[in-house]
């Protein structure tokens, strides 16, 4: 069993940064492809950006594109994301999941519960 416990979420002004993290245990997540996702009220869960077990390819949403970066620290089992020139729609609730599978086409199977990020206009 793996547990994931994101973390950093917070109110922000539109056009502010702010940093999440997604810690793990349990389990190893360093051989691990990990995503973060989002859902914002009323509305479906979405992707938002990947990365694979060695930090090598990063994926992103063509939405959070340019501004938000995906990271990882496979010593300490943490993925990160670093969100830039946030904007209102971007307000949500940010999960962290474990992914498998081949490389741009990964499969989520532990998710974490959700941080939630709120960003003012």
């Known amino acids: 069993q793996v547990q994931l416990v994101e973390s950093g979420g917070g109110l922000v002004q539109a056009g502010g940064s702010l940093r999440v993290s997604c810690v793990a245990s349990?389990?190893?997540?360093?051989?691990?492809?990990m995503g973060w996702f989002r859902q914002a009220p009323g509305k479906e869960r979405e992707f938002v950006a990947a990365?694979?077990?060695?930090?090598?390819?990063?994926y992103y949403s063509d939405s959070v594109k340019g501004r938000f970066t995906i990271s990882r620290d496979n010593a300490k089992n943490t993925v990160y994301l670093q969100m830039n020139s946030l904007k209102p729609e971007d307000t949500a609730v940010y999960y962290c999941?474990?992914?498998?599978?081949?490389?741009?086409?990964?499969?989520?199977?532990?998710w974490g519960q959700g941080t939630r990020v709120t960003v003012s206009s």
């Open positions: 349990g389990r190893t997540i360093s051989t691990y492809p």
């Open positions: 999941a474990r992914g498998t599978g081949v490389a741009g086409n990964y499969e989520y199977d532990y």
């Open positions: 990365i694979s077990w060695s930090g090598g390819r990063t």
